[in-house]
T-cell receptor, first 113, second 111 residues
Framework: EADIYQTPRYLVIGTGKKITLECSQTMGHDKMYWYQQDPGMELHLIHY???????EKGDLSSESTVSRIRTEHFPLTLESARPSHTSQYLCASSDRTLNYGYTFGSGTRLTVV | SQKIEQNSEALNIQEGKTATLTCNYT??????LQWYRQDPGRGPVFLLLIRENEKEKRKERLKVTFDTTLKQSLFHITASQPADSATYLC??????????FGKGTRLHILP
């Protein structure tokens, strides 16, 4: 059973709208990540956090922003959605040891029309 | 530039045989390497982690090897089953506390 939850699972939204993708984990992990993945392509890191009030941009440039006010919650926000933002967004978390790798959520499939 | 390469084509294996997937990397010196399974439309699921000082790691029907001289990891599934059909991702750390994922190899186990 997943210990990391993403909502919504699917989202179709119009251009220019503001959206927030939710991610919560119940494992007490310090580290959390957002990845973007297009079909058949590799995961690209867009944001990460090593703890409360810590956020960093990843390797892939993104117009989204994130916040980490609570350990368990790492939402991603797009202020003005565009069709180029259409993709799958995956949230993940890990403990400090990485002995158990990353735990991923089921993802949010975003379509901007 | 840094690069992770996995079998670019899908791999078709007969049920019961051993499937072997390859992960090669360049311009990295990872402290560890991970393998994940990803099913369509789902997030990856962690399978195994192998550290730079380990040559081999096993978990049930899975075996991973790590050769830091060749800059290569091999991922084996023995006695393969149709339920093993999925995309398998190789991932390694960039020594900056982040994980970089390969594109993955699609594996089809044929009944």
């Amino acid at each position: 059973e997943a210990d990391i939850y993403q909502t919504p699972r699917y989202l179709v939204i119009g251009t220019g709208k503001k959206i927030t993708l939710e991610c919560s984990q119940t494992m007490g992990h310090d580290k959390m990540y957002w990845y973007q993945q297009d079909p058949g392509m590799e995961l690209h890191l867009i944001h990460y956090s090593y703890g409360v009030n810590s956020t960093e941009k990843g390797d892939l440039s993104s117009e989204s922003t994130v916040s980490r006010i609570r350990t368990e919650h790492f939402p991603l926000t797009l202020e003005s959605a565009r069709p180029s933002h259409t993709s799958q967004y995956l949230c993940a978390s890990s403990d400090r040891t990485l002995n158990y790798g990353y735990t991923f959520g089921s993802g949010t499939r975003l379509t901007v029309v | 530039s840094q690069k992770i390469e996995q079998n670019s084509e899908a791999l078709n294996i007969q049920e019961g045989k051993t499937a072997t997937l390859t992960c090669n990397y360049t311009n990295y010196s990872p402290a560890y390497l991970q393998w994940y399974r990803q099913d369509p439309g789902r997030g990856p699921v962690f399978l195994l982690l192998i550290r730079e000082n380990e040559k081999e790691k096993r978990k049930e029907r899975l075996k991973v090897t790590f050769d830091t001289t060749l800059k290569q990891s091999l991922f084996h599934i023995t006695a393969s089953q149709p339920a093993d059909s999925a995309t398998y991702l190789c991932a390694l750390d960039d020594r900056d506390d982040k994980i970089i994922f390969g594109k993955g190899t699609r594996l089809h186990i044929l009944p």
